[in-house]
């Protein structure tokens, strides 16, 4: 369980495919007191933590992990990184599970002073769990929904998280692993048992 809130960019190192494939990357602050079987949310994806060495850690994506996130698999690619969630820890973001829903892809940006608006679209299916005020996570950053027409939602970015995260980096086109809110997957189970 993450929240949301990226403690920092880190850097694809190498990537040694085969099964599993197998991910080096770069990072400082996500390793103070992270040990091996750790999870660490990486570009939104949950993934444990097989090893640990000076400046970095890797994981390894099943085919799953593959076919299923953003490709954010290559060397030199940037990606958020968090912490797994500790009890007693504040939870400044939302419940983030690092289960990647869906892909979505950007569709435009409204820049104004002070924020920008990012627009996303949803794989058909997914919009239905996107709501105005509901939560999100993209590429792992809790973010607030502006918006909703359709399959595309807007989301607004302030200053500090195009700073502090890979979203200041994102261009129309691009790719966003995407993770809808928690709290509405379960909401529709329960009430298809009904």
Excluded at 84 to 94: F, S
């Amino acid at each position: 369980m993450f929240t949301g809130l990226i403690e920092e960019v880190g850097e694809v190192r190498a990537v040694q495919p085969g099964r599993p494939t197998r991910v080096r990357i770069g990072a400082r602050a996500v390793l103070e007191g992270t040990r091996i079987g750790d999870s660490i949310s990486v570009a939104g994806a949950c993934l444990t933590v097989v090893e640990l060495g000076e400046g970095g850690f890797a994981v390894e994506l099943a085919e799953e992990t593959l076919r299923r996130t953003a490709p954010r698999w290559r060397v030199g690619a940037r990606v958020n990184l968090e912490r797994a969630l500790r009890v007693g820890d504040r939870l400044g973001g939302h419940f983030v599970t690092g289960h990647v829903d869906g892909v979505g892809r950007v569709v435009r940006f409204d820049r104004r002073p002070g924020a920008t608006d990012l627009y996303v679209e949803v794989p058909p299916g997914l919009e239905r769990y996107v709501a105005e005020k509901g939560s999100v996570a993209l590429d792992g950053v809790s973010l607030t929904v502006v918006s909703v027409r359709g399959r595309v939602f807007s989301v607004t970015l302030i200053p500090h998280t195009l700073k502090a995260t890979t979203l200041g980096e994102l261009r129309v086109g691009d790719a966003v692993n995407l993770e809808v809110d928690l709290l509405a997957r379960y909401l529709e189970r329960l009430l298809e048992a009904r």
